[in-house]
């Protein structure tokens, strides 16, 4: 993780306050760390949620420069982009979804990776599991049909029924 | 198992204790600081019904504490063992524990995220705290629906806990690299690898005691494994980087480290007044001659005893009234003193 406040050196000094209830965390490297504490006025300018704005400002490589026109709100707890910005605080799993694409530079910054990789929940897992199937036959299946193999369709759309009614369970 | 303070366990001479902590959101529900106090109600009730009622869980017997029930130093003090995080007796209207009798479990119900299950074990074992956390996530899961995406994992408040949602830390006590300045380097090392350290009772990047907490950072892109992988690596390395240290110091100055351990056994031993900074100073002089084998008539999990029975809230707690800064010193110093006889 690179330094929050200069984005060169490594990160290897860490901060966290609990100012009411909202925990601010800062990785900044030493160099940054010893002006901060120079600085009589350090306390004024530090916010976790300034510092995942400027993240999710920051354009990475530069390959997809970020311009957010329209303000996209989550339609499950009513959390709007801006909103999300300023605290760097989810309000509901939906707003995940809600944002999409727009979190994989702030994801990439922060893990320097957008894939989970890890643990997989057994029961509701399971149906991700189904789904993700069920999307690989009906890729297949469309196929089967554009080629003329009805057999095979056949076959596929069963296996698909089969799944879907797992799903459902 | 048992609990990290009192009893001992692998490379206990450097290594405190080892710590899994799992985040987790229920799906259907506003995350906990958007909630309001009936939604967080709902989600104490959902989670210890099952969890205490049906009596589903592993490691021992579990009791509900909600924060709003207890006082606050009593909420303090649970901070002070470790047992809970600050955020939680922060938020204290809405937010609750589920804890095992030995502490070495708990569940913080509306943290930061609906669930931070935490397990801790003595010295240095990250991978059996983490089965028993994996096993009790899984038992949760059985009657829960976490909030969980294909592509980012375990959904959380935060972006930073996003995918697998783990802290994986060890407690260390690092006297000799703190001494010798080599922590420099080691820090530069440990952030090249997604992990980080900082000191515990101590603002930023202070620390007091010569205790620091090594975790991760990365919680997306990598798995559980992984994670505790890197952290038990490198944390074996820093062991055997003090070790080495401890050594050398040895070796070119035994009369004067030999000292140094006396006599801060001396003025714990001795003192009338003694304030949080000094005490923690002196007894990671005493930890190291334990962990030396210098002083022999001393267990460590004394000193853990010490550690945690001395900070502010804790030594209220034991005196049962309030104290103020001055006549806390003198009930520390008091405590010490007819601990370390
Ligand atoms: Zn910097
Ligand atoms: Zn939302």
């Known amino acids: 993780m690179l330094c929050q406040i200069c984005n060169k050196r490594p990160a290897n000094v860490h901060m966290t306050k609990i100012v009411n209830g909202e925990k601010t965390e800062l990785h900044i490297c030493e160099q940054c760390a010893r002006e901060k504490e120079n600085n009589p006025m350090n306390d004024a300018p530090f916010s976790f949620s300034n510092i995942i704005s400027s993240l999710m400002d920051f354009s990475g490589s530069g390959a997809m420069p970020y311009t957010p026109k329209e303000n996209i709100k989550c339609p499950q707890c009513g959390l709007d982009y801006a909103e999300f910005k300023k605290t760097g605080r989810f309000g509901c799993s939906n707003c995940y979804e809600s944002f999409g694409n727009r979190l994989e530079p702030l994801l990439k910054r922060i893990h320097g990776n957008t894939q989970h990789t890890g643990k997989v929940p057994k029961r509701t897992g399971g149906i991700i599991k189904i789904k993700r199937d069920i999307e690989k036959l009906r890729y297949e299946l469309k196929r089967a049909i554009d080629n003329e193999e009805y057999e095979k369709a056949a076959e596929l759309r069963d296996k698909i029924k089969n799944l879907e009614s797992q799903d459902m369970k | ?341």
């Not at chain 2, 405190?16 to 106090?37: C, E, K, Q, T």
């Not at chain 2, 017997?61 to 995080?85: C, G, P, T, W, Y």
């Not at chain 2, 010193?329 to 601990?339: G, I, P, S």
């Open chain 2, 1 to 341: 198992m048992g609990n990290w303070i009192e009893s001992k366990g692998p490379d206990s001479n450097i290594v405190l204790s080892s710590r899994i902590r799992l985040a987790r959101n229920i799906s259907g529900y506003h995350f906990p600081h958007v909630m309001n106090d009936e939604e967080s109600k709902k989600i104490i009730k959902k989670l210890s019904t099952f969890m205490l009622k049906e009596n589903r869980m592993p490691a021992g017997n579990f009791q509900l504490i909600e924060m709003a029930d207890i006082s606050h130093i009593e909420r303090m003090s649970l901070v002070e063992k470790h047992v809970i995080s600050p955020r939680l007796a922060e938020n204290y209207k809405n937010s609750a524990v589920i804890v095992n009798d030995d502490s070495t479990v708990s569940i913080m119900i509306n943290e930061e995220d609906h669930i931070r299950l935490q397990t801790i074990n003595p010295g240095l074992q990250l991978w059996e705290a983490y089965k028993l956390a994996d096993n009790i996530d899984d038992t949760i899961e059985e009657r829960l629906d976490y909030a969980f995406d294909q592509r980012a994992g375990y959904l959380t408040v935060c972006p930073t806990n996003i995918g697998t949602g783990i802290r994986a830390s060890v407690m260390i006590h690092l006297p000799a690299l703190s001494m010798t300045k080599n922590l420099n380097e080691i820090l530069n090392a440990i952030t090249q690898v997604g992990l980080t350290i900082r000191g515990i009772y101590g603002e930023g990047s202070n620390t007091q005691g010569n205790l620091y907490q090594i975790s991760n950072q990365i919680t997306l892109g990598l798995s559980e494994e992984e994670i505790i992988s890197n952290l038990a690596a490198v944390t074996g390395q820093i062991i055997n980087m003090e070790r080495i240290e401890r050594a050398k110091l040895l070796q070119s100055g035994r009369a004067r480290m030999e000292d140094s351990i006396w006599r801060a056994l001396g003025i714990l031993q001795n003192a009338r007044v003694l304030s949080n900074n000094e005490s923690l100073g002196l007894m990671s002089n005493v930890r190291l001659g334990i962990e030396l084998g210098i002083i022999k008539d001393i267990d460590i999990t004394t000193l853990n005893k010490l550690m945690i029975n001395t900070q502010p809230a804790t030594l209220i707690k034991l005196e049962g009234k309030d104290l103020d800064t001055e006549s806390r010193d003198v009930k520390r110093a008091k405590y010490v003193r007819e601990n370390l006889k």
